[in-house]
């Protein structure tokens, strides 16, 4: 049976086939939810535990850098497990996984045609280092690190415009699978750690209320 796919943007909201709608996804900064299922994400965006409505955990994934199953526990009906976030879809039969513009093949570690991007390596994954890259584009890999040291480089940048208090100083650091933004003020150390930390981080010391311990 033919699967028609709903997107915004380039993200899949629901699928459909025929007439009947058989998932449907939820969004907010990212993947959030696939029907009643909640995925929690490791620091490469794949998916590691999933819960149900009710909380419960339904099933455990441990992965490779390149996508490869370590071990497994329970079963999550979701295709996006493998680089979920940055939108890697699991193609079932195939064993392939959509990356962007290419299917890529986790047992080998390569994509399976060749980048018309001739500038990059034809068939590498993330330049050999998926430990500290993810490639949404199947095109070209983004260095994970880097680009989370800007971001915080400048959202500590805009605290300072924001409070006109210089003090407002952080110490950058990101370890494994969880960002961490910490802020030294008046003694205090300030913690701000995964998804939620760049809201709370504007709305509590942008207004120089200090913040989350």
């Not at 009947?20 to 907010?28: D, F, V």
């Amino acid at each position: 049976m033919t699967t028609s796919f709903v997107y915004d943007g380039g993200s899949v909201l629901l699928e459909k086939q025929g007439s009947s709608t058989t998932a449907t996804y939820t969004y907010g900064n990212a993947l959030i939810r696939k029907d009643g299922e909640t995925p929690l994400f490791d620091g490469l965006g794949s998916e590691r535990t999933v819960t149900s409505s009710s909380q419960a955990v339904t099933a455990t994934l441990t992965l490779s850098a390149f996508g490869q199953t370590v071990a497994s526990s329970g079963s999550s009906t979701s295709a996006y497990m493998f680089g979920a976030t940055s939108g890697y879809r699991t193609e079932g039969d195939a064993g392939l996984t959509l990356v962007g513009c290419r299917f890529y093949d986790a047992q080998v570690g390569r994509f399976i045609t060749r980048d018309t991007v001739l500038t990059e390596r034809p068939y590498a994954y993330c330049d050999g280092d998926p430990v500290n890259a993810i490639d949404p584009s199947g095109h070209a890999p983004k260095d994970i690190k880097k680009t989370i040291g800007e971001l915080l480089e400048f959202i500590l940048k805009l605290i300072e415009i924001l409070t006109g208090d210089p003090s407002f100083r952080g110490t950058l650091t990101y370890t494994g699978p969880t960002t961490i933004i910490t802020v030294n003020k008046a003694g205090k150390t300030i913690e701000y750690r995964g998804a939620t930390w760049t809201l709370s981080v504007l709305a509590d010391l942008g207004k120089g209320k200090g913040g989350k311990k």
